[in-house]
């Protein structure tokens, strides 16, 4: 399901940098249809959900805001 909701994501960011004349239609088409960068956004969006979910923790214990 992740796949998805990043693969229309992609398409919608690749066609809004088109418009703006900051990305060529090759490079938009290749950002949006592409496997192996929607396995890395997956990753790098996995790996951020971990580190704000520490940091939270860490601000938690900090300023005491745990229950």
Excluded: C, H
């Excluded at 994501?9 to 809004?16: E, H, I, K, P």
């Excluded at 418009?19 to 950002?31: F, H, K, Q, V």
Aim: glycine share 8%; charged share 20%.
């Amino acid at each position: 399901m992740t796949n998805i909701i990043l693969r229309i994501g992609l398409r919608y960011v690749a066609a809004f940098l088109m418009a703006r004349g900051l990305l060529s239609p090759d490079i938009g088409t290749t950002l949006a249809a592409d496997d192996d960068v929607i396995q890395m956004i997956e990753v790098a969006l996995g790996s951020l959900v971990g580190v704000a979910a520490e940091v939270w923790l860490y601000a938690e214990r900090k300023f005491g805001w745990e229950r």
